[in-house]
């Protein structure tokens, strides 16, 4: 059982950034695939960008290039920097951890979210 906890979200400006931390109560080996997901009012749960065990990350198109997701197992924490904030990145974002396992097929685990309001 892994148990996620977000933090480092809030209020910033336009061009601001923040840096998100999700630690992991459980211990997340490098077999975890991370994830942070974010969503806004009234839209889809959406990923943001995706880290696996092995260190390759995945970004969603918008993120590219402002966005930085990366992981520390030995903390068992995993964080997302974020650059050149705007508006539209205004969501609540969320920690997510998944694991594949032959034996019990696919483990997914949340954490509460963290909001980030961007102003302009």
């Known amino acids: 059982q892994v148990q996620l906890v977000e933090s480092g979200g809030g209020l910033v400006q336009f061009g601001g950034s923040l840096r998100l931390s999700c630690a992991a109560s459980?211990?997340?080996?490098?077999?975890?695939?991370m994830a942070w997901y974010r969503q806004a009012p009234g839209k889809a749960r959406e990923l943001v960008a995706r880290i696996y065990g092995y260190g390759d990350s995945y970004y969603s198109d918008s993120m590219k290039g402002r966005f930085t997701i990366s992981r520390d197992n030995a903390k068992n924490t995993v964080y997302l920097q974020m650059n050149s904030l705007k508006p539209d990145d205004t969501a609540v974002y969320y920690c997510?951890?998944?694991?594949?396992?032959?034996?019990?097929?696919?483990?997914?685990?949340w954490g509460q979210g963290t909001q980030v309001t961007v102003s302009s």
């Open positions: 997510n951890a998944d694991q594949w396992r032959a034996d019990s097929g696919w483990s997914d685990y």
């Open positions: 459980g211990s997340i080996t490098s077999s975890y695939r």
